[in-house]
């Protein structure tokens, strides 16, 4: 109920974990690429909504964070 989980799995494993996951009856869908310096967010229809250098985006992600638990987050 509402839970979600990101994966990333090897481009070769694509097609058979997505497989896997409709034989255990779990809804799985590829939803974007890894790799590189920077991280981009992009919502279809409406393009991009993120792109940032992945350095700062640590940064921001672990301040962000910090809020919420009261100290460091990493």
Known sequence: AGRRAVVRVD???TVAVLGAAARLGVHAARIGDTGG???TIAI???GVGVDCPLLEAERRWSLGLSKWFGGSAA
């Open 37 to 39: 310096l920077s991280i």
């Open 44 to 46: 279809a229809g409406h």
């Open 11 to 13: 481009p070769a494993r």
